[in-house]
């Protein structure tokens, strides 16, 4: 019974180390977030602690991304066509930006001027 109970915390860490880094809060980590709440809860059963890790294992294989794929005209609305795609590239920008372009961006988008 506690060997199995070890094996579910060990999936679950392992699944964790795992997670990606999120480069957007870097000082806010979602794992490490996950990993103190696993911590926490020690009157979890090891049947509930391996159906998280299982859990945890199929958003990390994109399991759901494969299996209700989203195409066509969902990600291009007819009210902002390239929503999504502009979405895409500011997060890709964003943690490589500095102080002062941040500043600058902000701005920007308090003053509209059209």
Request: proline residues 5%.
């Amino acid at each position: 019974m506690a060997r199995q109970a070890i094996s579910a915390q060990r999936h679950l860490l392992r699944a964790l180390s795992q997670w990606p880094k999120d480069t957007l809060r870097p000082q806010v980590q979602f794992q490490d977030v996950l990993r103190k709440r696993f911590e926490a809860s020690s009157g979890v059963s090891e049947q509930d602690q391996l159906k998280q890790a299982n859990a945890l294992y199929s958003l990390l294989d994109n399991r759901y991304k494969r299996k209700y794929p989203i195409t066509g005209s969902l990600l291009r609305p007819k009210s902002q066509p390239t929503y999504f795609t502009d979405l895409v590239k500011e997060l890709e920008e964003a943690p490589g930006r500095s102080y002062m372009e941040r500043v600058w961006l902000r701005l920007k988008g308090v003053v509209r001027l059209q």
